[in-house]
């Protein structure tokens, strides 16, 4: 019975899902915030998730982007739904260069079968915080066959 309420919380059901991911898991990612239509996901920095030049690599900020959005879209979501990424389209605006990184998902439109959500990476300097990923995500209300 417990395990079904758990369920049923939308920030219960992102949790467990959340701890499904072994991507983020091997990244060091970790759910910050859960709210409805709202997930932070925060990375703290690792030279070898860096590129050559010492700045979070693209494809890690898009990772954490992607699943802070498709999070985002899951809160609004039913018991025995499930959410997939059909498309996003990240902007570059600075160096992903900090101390730790959070990416943010905000449900902008939701829907039926496709919710549109903004995504930001920033990366943190102590408390400096630096926008350094903008972008939109499609995501998918899925039944899991």
């Known amino acids: 019975m ?10 219960g059901r992102v949790k467990a899902s959340f701890d499904q991911q072994t991507v983020m898991r091997l990244l060091g990612a970790r759910l910050d915030v859960v709210e409805p239509g709202r997930v ?47 498309e996003f389209k990240m902007n570059f605006l600075a160096p992903a260069k900090g101390d730790r990184y959070v990416a943010s998902g905000r449900v902008v439109k939701p829907g039926k079968r496709l919710s549109i959500c903004q995504v930001e990476v920033h990366a943190y300097e102590g408390e400096q915080a630096t926008l350094c990923v903008i972008g939109l ?9």
């Open 2 to 11: 417990a395990a079904q309420q758990a369920l049923a919380d939308p920030a």
């Open 40 to 86: 932070d996901i925060g990375l703290p920095y690792r030279a070898d998730l860096c590129q050559q030049n010492g700045f979070l690599h693209a494809g890690i900020s898009t990772t954490i982007a992607d699943s802070a959005g498709g999070y985002a879209a899951y809160t609004l979501f039913g018991p025995g739904e499930d959410v997939l990424t059909s």
């Open 137 to 145: 995500l499609t995501a998918v209300r899925v039944t899991p066959r």
